[in-house]
Nanobody, 116 residues
Framework: VQLQASGGGLVQAGGSLRLSCAAS????????MGWYRQAPGKQRELVAA???????NYADSVKGRFTISRDNAKNTVYLQMNSLKPEDTAVYYC???????????WGQGTQVTVSS
């Protein structure tokens, strides 16, 4: 499984960005996909994800501002980020998890920087 993330960049506070994560390879082994982020000096944290049942989970800090979506035909998951805040600055990682393999797949990370 390969996960290719894109769409990060520099944006002013209040702005928007959309991240994309394209999956390829043995994608049938992935049951859940989502986005995590890691800010300097902090642990990696869940931002938003699809559960294996298709519902969504969001970190409290992004609820109402971020939306996760997917295009199954393109094997791509998106993260629409609106009303961005400086505290959203982090490297964002696409994640895929396989229940049967109990294995996490990670994309290469994309930097999001929000200036005040």
């Amino acid at each position: 499984v390969q996960l290719q993330a894109s769409g990060g960049g520099l944006v002013q506070a209040g702005g928007s960005l959309r991240l994309s994560c394209a999956a390829s390879g043995s994608i049938f082994s992935i049951n859940r996909m989502g986005w995590y982020r890691q800010a300097p000096g902090k642990q990696r944290e869940l931002v938003a994800a699809f559960t294996s049942g298709g519902s969504t989970n969001y970190a409290d800090s992004v609820k109402g501002r971020f939306t996760i979506s997917r295009d199954n035909a393109k094997n791509t998951v998106y993260l629409q980020m609106n009303s961005l805040k400086p505290e959203d600055t982090a490297v964002y990682y696409c994640n895929g998890f396989g229940i049967a393999t109990d294995y996490n797949y990670w994309g290469q990370g994309t930097q999001v920087t929000v200036s005040s």
